[in-house]
């Protein structure tokens, strides 16, 4: 079945970087664009960054602009967000989602926090 395995989560202090990896299985990885979201306890869920398939095109939100990368290594069916320069604001549950069919991750959490 469609499995989305996030990790790489943590606490950091602001300024800080972290690497979250999404490792797929279930399904030909290469074929699907991805995204990743996150979550604030209380808020709705937000879309934060996208990669198409082959990685031709990258979108962002405009509060990760310049300080997150999305990108993909098909060979190893794993997506990545990399952020750096970390504010409090970013403290959040981030989630790995197929773009379509939708599929989810179970979520990794990221703290923030002096």
């Known amino acids: 079945q469609v499995q989305l395995v996030e990790s790489g989560g943590g606490l950091v202090q602001p300024g800080g970087s972290l690497r979250l990896s999404c490792v797929a299985s279930g399904f030909i990885f290469s074929n699907h664009g991805m995204t990743w979201y996150r979550q604030v306890p209380g808020k709705e869920r937000e879309w934060v960054a996208g990669?198409?398939?082959?990685?031709?095109?990258?979108n962002y939100i405009d509060s990760v602009k310049g300080r997150f990368t999305i990108s993909r290594d098909d060979s190893k069916n794993t997506l990545y967000l990399e952020m750096n320069n970390l504010k409090f604001e970013d403290t959040a549950i981030y989630f790995c989602k197929r773009a379509h069919p939708d599929a989810w991750g179970h979520g990794v959490q990221v703290t923030v926090s002096s």
């Open positions: 990669i198409t398939r082959g990685s031709r095109e990258t």
